[in-house]
């Protein structure tokens, strides 16, 4: 794999007890792109997010993330603190994890707690007095009002995040992931819930983070007029393995991918790939 790529997942396994939920997954994501994770229900894709997030340590395999500067990580040997703050990896999930009490500013500004931690020297002292602190609080405060203006919601600012509708929700946690400034965004399920303006509304937002910010986006999602859309590449799992990989229109077309989300059984598939003389 070259170093166009910002993630290789490489013979990914990972076991529960007797259960293979991901079993020997292999595949690569690129610099700059929209890269969709689709599968049925329990095909595994969430459990490939929580280990590349470190939510769990991989059974086995090998995850290398390369930062454009072409620094690397070999994130199933770190822990979820250090694959956000150094590998620089955000995450939304699938169940909205907002601080519901905080306003939508707040939940901006605690996103950027490590890199205010940092300029204050880590000490008590640096709060109140080192300039580097002041400077950064007001980076961190620009970069919340810019997320905020991007995803629509500067008059909602002072709101409490849980008394936002849905749709909002959904994107302010998006804002709150890129106010990280991460190298790789990882989005679970994000359309989840919306209605079809707010469904149009992401993919315009998602690619204009792709476009503007050059952020790569690794997307869960089973709204395929999202993953159609916007993709770059869509890899396919079902029952924790790769059955497909290629451009959103190559895997929309494959009868695998087909059988899979209808539920055909293995022989039935080769019937119609014999019949597609493939
Ligand atoms: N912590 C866990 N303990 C035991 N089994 C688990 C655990 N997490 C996931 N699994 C199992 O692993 C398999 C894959 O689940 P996973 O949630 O990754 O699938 P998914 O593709 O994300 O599904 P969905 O689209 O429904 O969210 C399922 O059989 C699930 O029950």
Redesign the pocket.
Known sequence: MSNDHILVVDQLMMR?GG?I?VGGLSFAAKHGEITALI?P???????VFNCITGFYRPSGGELRLTHPDGATFQLEKLNDFRICKIAKVARTF?NIRLFPGMTALENLMVAQHNALMRASGMTLLGLFGVPSWRAAEQRAIDRAKFWLDRVGLVARADDAAGNLPYGDQRRLEIARAMCTEPALLCLDEPAAGLNARESAGLNELLLSIRAEHGTSVLL?E?DMSVVMEISDHVIV?DH?TKIADGTPRAVRDDPKVIAAYLGVEDDEVAAVERELGQ
Not at 41 to 47: L, W
């Open positions: 529960f259960i939920a599968g229900n329990g095909a595994g894709k969430t459990t699938q869960i089973h799992l924790g």
